[in-house]
């Protein structure tokens, strides 16, 4: 079955003024941290579908204490094999596997610290309980226009599945 037509892996239901807001500033920190693009967008279309169809994972995360993924495109759906609903109310260091959520919880804070990171390689775990390593994974803060810190974002195209037997 087409990803497309897999219920669990549809985009969310209704369009969301927050949403477009959302990533409009995932897109407008990217580019302010890095000097690049994300993606080649079209600007006479909506960023919502641009974004959802994009060959590459695109997840952030909010502001919490606890911090919780608030957007996934389809390949992030795919990728950690998690329906909408359950990926925007997942806390993101719940990707990780629990022996490398210090490892992880060390890249936020170099994020945190100097706003970006363009070479970030580690293992993550899919809600079916596949490992998979992502390499040259591009990491950012999300801010708005008056500068206040909105989360962070991660983007990858590169990523390698693992079994049991992989470290």
Not at 74 to 85: V, Y
Not at 130 to 136: A, V
Not at 153 to 166: E, P, Y
């Amino acid at each position: 079955m087409h990803p497309d037509t897999e219920p669990h892996l549809t985009a969310p239901d209704t369009p969301s003024e927050w949403r477009e807001r959302h990533l409009r500033r995932l897109l407008d920190s990217y580019r302010r941290c890095t000097g690049r693009e994300l993606l080649p967008l079209n600007p006479s279309q909506a960023l919502a579908p641009q974004l959802w169809a994009a060959p590459r994972v695109i997840v952030s995360h909010g502001t919490e204490a606890d911090p919780v993924l608030n957007y996934g495109n389809l390949a992030a759906l795919q990728r950690w094999q998690m329906p909408w609903q359950q990926l925007v109310s997942t806390p993101s260091r719940l990707t990780a596997e629990p022996l490398v959520r210090e490892e992880r919880a060390a890249l936020l804070q170099r994020v945190t610290e100097h706003g970006y990171i363009d070479d970030y390689s580690g293992v993550r775990i899919a809600a079916n309980g596949q490992r998979f390593r992502i390499r040259q994974a591009v990491v950012w803060n999300i801010v708005d226009d008056d500068g206040v810190y909105c989360g962070q974002a991660a983007s990858f195209d590169q990523w390698d599945d693992l079994t049991a037997n992989d470290a």
